[in-house]
């Protein structure tokens, strides 16, 4: 017989990914007996609107097999893939696949049963259901699912469970183990979440019901009043009990798998309504069976009848049974298979005697399904991505391999891994007893075919006239795309290795033919176990020996984990002889049952056909070490979400076989040696990203090491023997790099001399000083010298590759969305390109950088300011990554200097084609968006795009595919806005010391003047860790994996901006531009031509961050430091609301469409533990209580360095729910609990003009208060009693949880309205003084705030922050309540003098107070301009007090104590000023007016209060014995 071969890896299905193939025919007669087949049999066609397979044999036809071929051929259309929840892709390494995954994977999750009907949950409507092995692997899945698709529309769940091993305990009975061993299962928790808590635990108390019983005690155990229970109500009956041990003794094997099956029919038979019966099975059971076609029948038992085998086995003594296992071991592997396998054997005896009973007019045979699976791996979709429950199936391959322990035979990596999702298994357990129908007694027992040689051996065997009965059910990967056992390797191996520190070997290395070469290769290596059989002695000692080391940590492993991994090694063991077989399993009766559930949106096994084995293996990998190896809580997977992709291990083959992926041979050096100059100097420069004040240029032994091995490792890339980078040019659009340009880029020298704008300068200065134009001209090419960048191509590949290792050591994965990165390509498609991401860390353009190397970006040119240029290794690596450095402060910059940076710019533009740059003055000390800095660069680059001011140069050996200097027209350029979203970032602590301004301070001199005032007061216990916390932090445990201890890297890639567009709109709008008709430029008109320019230039620099707003994404890590941080309020929080406070900001973002890596399968306590484990917890955070709970209490450490820590992670979600926090304010501040939409609009747009430059607002102010306002109304939180009038139900006592929330909001802006409020209170010294340097402002706010934390008036240890304070300056002079006036207009020469000292220039401003004579005027053309009715700065500090408070009686407070903190403030600055002894004035023998002399003293006491105390050799002389709470009248104030 030949029919046509079954869809398997090696051959093709001819029905597309979403169709079913369906082989139906009645069978043919059977006796009972081996008989071959004599004839082709007639088959029959389904027909798709059958409503019963009673209905369906009714319209069985006799048809030619061809014919049934070719209808089977029309019909198989693919059907549309249903709604789905996404299928994670993860990035690794495959080889040699044979099945690609759709580009679009179909979601196993179901529409709800009201959109669809089911024909499952039709079936199970009211049934009654009788379940064993519910504590098991299988059975929890085909439980859970149960639960989760059928639960409300159930009758009841009977679950027969043991008493557990102590009867004295509680936890032993079937209840008790239902919860501690089911429902508390992350699957279960999961979805009590999902559905509800109320329908979880509903259907829970009213549908699940526990059975004490034992399917190895002759009567099950079961009780009378129980087993009438079972008789009277339960209808289907599904049995997943078996034992676990491979190896049990035989007699004891038999009771559990076959006793146990035959009692529990014997108990379906007494049931009244019995309707379907399920028996779980294996496929795998004779591994003598040759390799080909597996039939799915029953094959014979190999020694001896089954009937006289079970009455032999029964009998033996114990004595005897030793001989009679030898007896079964020769024939099957182990007593488990044996003992399934006769169980089967014993079905279909009785089976066959109810036939003839019923044929006699005894009771009716009901329905009995026997479903068989090959190797059970964890769930793909359900319950959980990775879901696993205990050591069976793969779990135990999966969990060896994770603990470096050789599973898989080294030469099986070519054949197919035959493994079966658990909730594909269960579906198809659950629907074979729907689709089950009573066969009557004209069926034949589905006993194997004889096939001879001249026949098929893969092929399907044609369905028979009559049907079989038991129905028998294949699960195994035939009826799937199978990956090949080294593709699953592959994929194991990538997750472990990214995640502990084991070391496994590859694929290739792995998989050979020569066992000898293995070993000595591998095994010897990578110190693999050379045996299963070895583990066993291996853990023995392994557990003596207390230097063993575990892959998760210097923590040795645990005796549990030996247990494990024992029982894990013989479940391994006992597969090992099938992996070896080619089987192909005939899987009619599943494709018969797919076809029935394809309509079924519940049930459906279709999307199972698409699964990506590679992310299925990688989530495999991810639940063994989350559920079986207990990894540390906290542990994320690694899957990138579906339309994501990761730039260190991309899941484009093409994007990561990069040239950077590949080893170098040189010719010096060995691998190892390699290897280890990498390794060195990723340390060191981690080292200085982490602690760069520890770089020290002068560290000679340090810095000959950085540079011997730097110098080593371009040599070999510039000398590689592998020609690696022969064909580098197609890999990337490297620009003028592509080829070696070197030092003599003569061509780019003559352009940039040739300049106009230099010309014009240089004449200027021969004209204006004299200069001899050769002096001018060579000065000019000095500044082209040290600003160009001398990268070539070598060295962009090394820099590529050395950046591949060292982001792959901080973080964890660069995520990219795709849809970003096929927008960009189209966006910048034949332009120049300006990168513009945030500046958040001395890494953005170096990832910018990578990023585009990586997804063949154009490369480009990184502008950097020239400080950069002295920090070491970090440097260097800039050097070689294309960087030209120049001097952004414009104040610094001489004109020939801005000529050259111009000429130079916009040569590199139009000749290499990319530009990277940062529109931000510094790196972002807060975590927050910063405005963009006048520099002038997107001056330059506008110019560069808008204008032609060089001439054509002399052509440029560059690379094709980008603009040389000499062509005529010009590319148009477009900015490409990045926001950068880092989890926590490498040098973190260097800026928090920035904004603390703890900076080293060098000693005074001894010849210096002595001090004649006490030291100012200054607390800073709040400053710095604690001595015993610094020794937690340096204590805790250093062998867990430090790769990627920075978390997650989040590229979010806006809309372009295109120059000429923008410029364009700009001309027809305001007139600015107009086009000559012969030139390809814009021209500004004379006579605004500087003011314009800039005005656009600041335009462009907008629309930019507005961009970048756009781009944000949100972590995790900042909703967790956001919650943890509103604890303070109440002296901490428990971790159970820190659970309902996370989630409640985690559905506010996704109602706004804001991106969150959240992932639906990601439970809130692994995130907050994952988040707690970024935000060093043990250092910032106590947590209450040994063990920790919902009830624990979490409370910050209060010391500013911690709070600042936390504070930059929670500041990411301020710039995304900034003006829900503005409202949240806004609705506090009002107190009564009647408010006006007039006072609700002023105090928000006082908030947004108080805070005009501290945050970027890329939305219109009164339309975003509209739909706050609207969105408080529609959720009830306002009522409107009357016109624009609103009562607030959203009160503490009304609605106490949405009150929290809108504090919750509210607090992530108040420790910034505290740090404007102090910095106003410090300007209460205007009072006293004139005017004082601007520079000295936050230092003056940090020393009130130091007080007002001691003296318990602000919680918030922000406020201690200088660039706060510094922010605050800068809005209080753009809102025009202070104003800058020059040094030099103001004080005398011996001020500036004394000033110059203390370190304050003659070129930084003074701040005094502004006239405010308008302010009533301002206030009667706008009654909603609160800022402008307020007279000076003591009542602008009063009004934002009263915004710190919420209720009533905090106003009250607020009246009865607050309201002379200002003047409370300025008592103590005067303190300073009329100190009773000399002055650093008169110490210094100068004559200074009052007001002079005062500023200087007060400049001298914060400086030296800075440091905190005088030293003398390092050591405290005096502190100020001022009490800080007699000066605030409080006395009794507790301690901080």
Known sequence: MSPSPPSSPETPAPASDDSVELVSSPEEEHQGQQVQQQEQPQVREPEPEIESKAEQEQQQQQQNSDNEQEKEQEEASPAPPPPVVPIIHEPITLTDSPVQPPPQQPQPRPEPAAVQLSPVTEFYRG?????????????????????QSLGPSLGKIYLLIRNGSNKRSKIGRPADRIKSEILSNKAFLALRTSMGEATFDSIMQEKIVPIAGDIISPDLSLSDQDRETVVKEVQVVIHCAATLDYHERLDLALETNTLGTLRLMDLADECENMLSFVHMSVSYFNANLPDGYVQERVYPMEIGDPEDLLKEIVGLELQDIPKMTQRVMASYPNTYTFTKFLTEHLILKRVDYNRVEEAQGGKKQWPVSIVRATQVG??????????????????????LLGHGIQVLQTDIGHMPADIIPVDYLARIIISSAAVAKAPGTRFLLPYNEIITEEDEIASPLPQPIVACFPIVYQVSGSSLKMATWREVYEAVRHY?????????????????????LLKARLFMKNQFSNSLSSVTTTISGNAQNNNNVSPYGTRNMSRPTNRTIELASRIVEANQPFLRHRWVFDHQNVRMLAHDLESDPVFRLSPYKHIDWASYMVNYSYGTHLYIAQCPLGLRNIVVPPGCDCALYSKNQVIRDSIIEKQIESVVFSISDIQKRTERMLTQLIETLEKPNSYNPRDKKKNEEWINDFDASLDDWCHDDTQILRDANAEALLGRWSKVLGENDEAIKVVVLNDKRVRDSVEQIISSSGVPQGTVVGEAMKLLQRMRERTQLPYVWFAGAFLDCLFKRLFTSIRIQESDLNKLKDQIRGKNVVYVPVSRTILDQLLVWYVCLRYHLPMPAIICDEALALLGPISDIFRIAGAYFVRRD??????????????????????????????EKTRSRTGRLHNAYSD???????????????????????SKTRNSLSQKVRKDTVFVPLNITYEKIPELHMLIDQVLDQKHHSQPSESGPQRTMSTLARSSSFLRPSASMAGRTANKDNGVNDKGKYGRVYIGISNVIDVRKMAEERCVSHLFFFRKPYANSYILNS?????????????VARTIQKRHHEASAVSPVSLVAAVVLFGRTSNGITMGAIYEHVTWFRDELKSKSIPLDWQDDEDVDAMVAYSLNLLDARQNITIEGKRVTEYSNVRVVEHADNVMALSYMANALVEMLLPDALFAISYFSTGTDEVSRHELYGSFKFLIQLFKDEFIYPWDQQEKFSQLLSRFLQKGHLVETGSDTFVKRATLKNDPTTYTHICLLASLLYPTL????????????????PYMPRKIVPVLAQWIAAHLISGRRTIYREVLSTEASQNAVDNFLAIGFIEAVHPKTKLSPDA??????????????????????????????????MLGRLEDIASLCHNIEKHRFGTTAQLEAYRSSNAQVFDKCQNQIRTILRSGGKSYATIHGMDLSKDEDQMIQLVYSLKTAASGVERTGGVPASRNPRRVSEAYNLLNSPKN
Not at 511 to 516: L, P, S
Not at 891 to 919: C, F, N, Q, W
Not at 1314 to 1329: G, N, Q
Request: net charge negative; charged share 20%.
């Open 378 to 399: 964890a769930g793909a979709f359900e319950p959980l991505p990775g879901w696993v429950d205990g050591v069976t199936g793969t779990n135990g391959a999966v969990f």
């Open 127 to 147: 049934k009654t259901i009788l379940l064993t092995g519910a504590t098991g692997f299988v059975g929890k899945a085909v439980l859970w699912k149960l639960v």
């Open 1087 to 1099: 006579r605004d031509e500087d003011e314009n320019q800039h005005e656009f230039a600041n335009t």
């Open 936 to 958: 002038g660069l997107i001056d330059m680059v506008l110019d560069a795009s808008l204008e032609k001011h060089q001439p054509s140069a002399p052509s440029t050996p560059t």
């Open 496 to 516: 472990w290795v990214r995640n502990t520190k084991i070391a496994l070997p590859t694929g290739q290395e792995y998989f050979v033919n020569n066992r000898a």
């Open 1392 to 1425: 500036q003098i004394l000033l110059l000292e203390l370190g304050v220039t003659t070129n930084e401003d003074l701040v005094m107070v502004a006239p405010r004579r308008k302010s009533q005027e301002n206030a009667e053309c706008d009654d909603g301009d």
């Open 890 to 919: 414009q104040t610094t910059r001489s004109p020939l200097s801005t000529a050259v940076t111009a000429a130079y710019t916009e040569a590199m533009l139009h000749d290499h084609g990319a530009l990277s740059m940062l529109i």
């Open 1314 to 1329: 505290d740090a404007y409020w102090i910095t106003s209170c410090s300007l209460s010294a205007l009072r006293d003084l």
